[in-house]
């Protein structure tokens, strides 16, 4: 039998060593279904319950394995499907293809059903590549394009494929005029600044008394590296959400995240030193980096396109991190360890003192950051931790130190919700053999999660660690929005928009073969935890958390916080509970440190 279009395609995709495609069925693909008919599944067809999770699942896959993540989707609602995932993967910079079906060319531009402009579409989140195959003699090149460029540029490329194309018989391009044959690969490159730009860039670290460092996802290639600068400098780390896993929060002189998710010893780091250096990082809100005019700063980012940006940088360097880093290294002279590096891990020390403390806040039922604050010691050194967006982020970036291997993520530019538990999913078909966590609140649960845990099921099987962790922070509230109405507006919660409905997320995990638990009292917290990290499946557990707990940003005083609760509280219906949780947890920060307060709620001097 001939070879099709469509077999090509998946033969190319092997080719390049791709292993699965995250995806969802429909008529715009069939041709491509077929052809994984006939490939026996090679490579791996991993079916989602919605596209946009296949998306998410891609983007989970490739921030976790290093790799291309794959996904396809019918024409039409599928492919359009697919954009809130993709543009996921287009902001926090992960390379990802998409695959999409297309209405027979004989039907394009007659109104036929499912018709959509993908092109258009698709020009702004796959804009470094989008193309349609007409004919089988664009392939391999459109293919390896998509492949190649998503690799090197880190975003979203996208094929676009008629279904009436799919089945045609493929045709090679020939030794031919406007035929446009192909290769496959692409070698590892690593750009490096020029060497006077290197010198120029170590004189003013070498100037610089109080120096502190931001690093963020492109710097992970360079851990060895950041923290020899570190040490040479007397330097502090502070890490952007993208970065949490960079660098070992077990290092005393790592601040932890930065910003609002942030921690009060990177606030401090950032407005008390007079050199600042940013390391693969574009973090947007430059109200928590140095104010201007008060450090002399230096970028060092591998795209030209984000260099300069968020602050008035006198040195921007275009490289990779790691290679930059170690010619940069023989230059600057080291410092003796004083004052500044001391008060920083002095801060740094204190803060973990405080979390402790404001874990152990009572809370009606469970305060959620006990929740995550105890899974912190049970953490298995391998293991890979996903965060969805809302509260739950706040808690993933103050309570969790990440050591050895371990790693984390969530989706750090686009904010979206529902992420957590398909980046989880992806995590696991890259990584089979290690532990996964998702920590979610009930809103993303609801959105997409469930769904999802029947995918989870699908393919537990396949995983040689069964551990897939969906820990859920059920509190009944959109609590992020909540805050961000109170803080920002002055509103008082809006309850037709904000109260969720309660739902058995446990007991819907174990009706499908999953493990599950609903947590109402602290005292089950840990247990629970060490029962689903047991478990030989994966498992949810129900953790009924306090709204009223705030996620209260690193630089807000006891004064403003409570001119907040003042200003709303006529009008809240949890103005009760907002103000006492408020008051307690911003107070923790004002005790003195340096004593043994136990370990769980109830167990507190003083509360």
Known sequence: ????????????????????????????????????????????????????????????????????????????????????????????????????????????????????????????????????????????????????IAYARRTVTAVIIPGDVQELDYSAPGHAFKMVPSSLGLSRFAPVPSDEDLRRTADLLNDGEKVAILVGQGARGARAEVEELAELLGAGVAKALLGKDVLSDELPYVTGSIGLLGTRPSYELMTGCDTFVAIGSNFPYSQFLPEYGRARGVQIDIDPSMIGLRYPYEINLVGDAHETLRRLLPLVRAKKHGKWRKGIESNVARWWEVMQR??????????????????????????????????????????????????????????????????????KFAHPDRPVIALVGDGAMQMNGMAELITAAKYRGEWSDP????????????????????????????????????????????????????????????????????ADRPFVIDFRTDPAVPPIPPHASLRQIESAASAIVHGDSDRGGMIRQGVKAKIQEMLPGGRDRGDRPGAREGQ
């Open 1 to 148: 039998m001939s070879e099709k279009v469509a077999d090509h395609i998946l033969a190319r995709l092997r080719e390049w060593g791709v292993e699965h495609v995250f995806a969802y069925a429909g008529d715009g693909i069939n041709g491509l279904l077929a052809a994984w008919g006939r490939a026996d599944d090679h490579p791996k067809f991993v079916q989602a319950r919605h596209e946009e999770m296949a998306a998410f699942e891609a983007v989970g896959y490739a921030k976790f394995s290093g790799r291309v993540g794959v996904c396809a989707a019918t024409s039409g609602p599928g492919a359009i499907h697919l954009l809130n995932g993709l543009y996921d993967a287009k902001l926090d910079h992960v390379p990802v293809v998409a695959i999409v079906g297309q209405t027979a060319r004989t039907a394009m531009g007659g109104s036929y059903q499912q018709e959509v402009d993908l092109a258009s579409l698709y020009k702004d989140v796959a804009s470094e590549y989008c193309e349609t195959v007409t004919v089988p003699e664009q392939l391999p090149n459109v293919l390896d394009r998509a492949m190649r």
């Open 467 to 534: 551990r897939l962790v969906v820990a859920v922070l059920n509190n009944g509230d959109l609590n992020q929005v909540t805050w961000e109405m109170r803080a920002m507006e002055g509103a008082p919660q809006f309850e037709p928009s904000q109260h969720l409905p309660d739902v058995p997320y446990a007991d819907f995990a174990r009706s499908i073969g999953l493990g599950g638990v609903r947590v109402e009292k602290p005292d089950d917290v840990q247990p629970a935890w060490r029962e689903a990290l047991a």
């Open 358 to 427: 404001r874990a152990a806040v009572d809370a009606d039922p469970i305060n959620p950051e006990y929740v995550v604050h105890s899974l912190d010691a049970l953490l298995p050194d391998d293991v890979i931790v996903t965060a969805d967006s809302g509260s739950s982020a706040n808690w993933y970036a103050r309570h969790l130190r990440m050591r050895g291997s371990m790693r984390g993520s969530l989706s750090g530019t686009l904010a979206t919700m529902g992420p957590g538990v398909p980046y989880a999913i992806g995590a």
